[in-house]
């Protein structure tokens, strides 16, 4: 038996959505303890390319469409560890995630155990991570890549964020919103389905 786990936030049709002014999201800069730039695997994808991709899963009010390099993001996810992203050093890996108004945030991550070690040896290809804003360590994320796509929740000063698929089985196209965006009966939290 096979279990998959799926965030679900739901969908509400409201066909006809498209990217909505930006929304007000203060970013701190990266401090100077940060050597190099974190690189961006995040590309903004103009409306009417966005347009082109079709209707989205989910219908919040206002968000951006982006395009992920997954290759790249995984190649450097591959490289984050347990010990580097505790902070007490600096070291490890700072990714750059976006929000809905185009802005990127910088966090320093960590790979995460949610599964038992030997169902985490039976499905390797089912990542998750866990990070801190640079600079502002009270701000988190809990991001999770698996053979779907990305599916990250940001909590920024009091908000909470989401970066989901635009679409089912497209892994290079991500709509970023705020969770206050979602209409009614649209928030859902984990749950799991059997196969």
Request: aromatic share 8%; glycine share 8%.
């Amino acid at each position: 038996m096979t279990f998959v786990f799926v965030w679900a936030i739901g969908a509400v049709s409201l066909w006809g959505n498209s990217p909505a002014a930006p929304e007000k999201t203060h970013v701190q800069p990266m401090p100077q303890s940060v050597a190099q730039p974190a690189p961006s695997f995040w590309q903004p994808v103009g409306a009417v390319q966005a347009k082109r991709l079709g209707r989205p899963r989910l219908q919040p009010r206002h968000y951006r469409v982006v395009r992920l390099n997954v290759a790249g993001l995984k190649k450097a996810l591959a490289t984050a560890t347990s010990i580097g992203a505790t902070g007490a050093t600096g070291a490890g890996l700072v990714l750059l995630l976006p929000l809905p108004d185009g802005s990127l945030v910088g966090y320093r991550m960590r790979p995460t155990q949610v599964m038992a070690p030997e169902l985490a040896a039976k499905y390797p290809e089912l990542q998750t991570y866990a990070g801190q804003e640079i600079g502002n360590t009270a701000n988190d994320v809990r991001l999770e890549l698996t053979p779907a796509g990305l599916r990250a929740m940001l909590i920024r000063n009091g908000r909470t964020f989401f970066i989901e698929p635009y679409r089912s089985a497209d892994t290079q196209h991500y709509l970023c919103f705020a969770k206050d965006s979602l209409p009614a009966g649209s928030k859902k939290g984990f749950e799991t389905l059997e196969k």
